[in-house]
Nanobody, 119 residues
């Protein structure tokens, strides 16, 4: 089981920056994939960026070159540095832990943190 706690959301102007944090209750390296998801207006959650247990990262095309996902194993945390924010980045951001396909309870979610980008 994994508990995830997000922080760092808020408001920013277009072109601004925000940094999100997600702290896990267990080692990040033990989690197959830890990612940030954004909730769409129809309540689906789409991947923004994430990091695999081996350290490889994955990004959606819309945030490449603007967002950077990183992790700190000592803190059991991942971070999402969001630069050059755009209004379409607005949304509720969730941290997710994917424990891998062989795990009965595979997915865990944080409570979400709101990001609002507007002038």
């Amino acid at each position: 089981q994994v508990q995830l706690v997000e922080s760092g959301g808020g408001s920013a102007q277009p072109g601004g920056s925000l940094r999100l944090s997600c702290k896990a209750s267990r080692s990040i390296a033990s989690i197959y994939f830890t990612g940030w998801y954004r909730q769409t207006p129809d309540y689906k959650r789409e991947l923004v960026a994430g990091v695999f247990s081996g350290g490889n990262t994955k990004y959606s095309d819309s945030v490449k070159e603007r967002f950077t996902v990183s992790r700190d194993s000592a803190q059991n945390a991942i971070f999402l540095q969001m630069n050059d924010l755009k209004p379409e980045d607005t949304g509720l951001y969730y941290c997710n832990a994917d424990m891998g396909s062989t795990t009965p309870n595979r997915y865990y979610w944080g409570q979400g943190t709101q990001v609002t980008v507007s002038s």
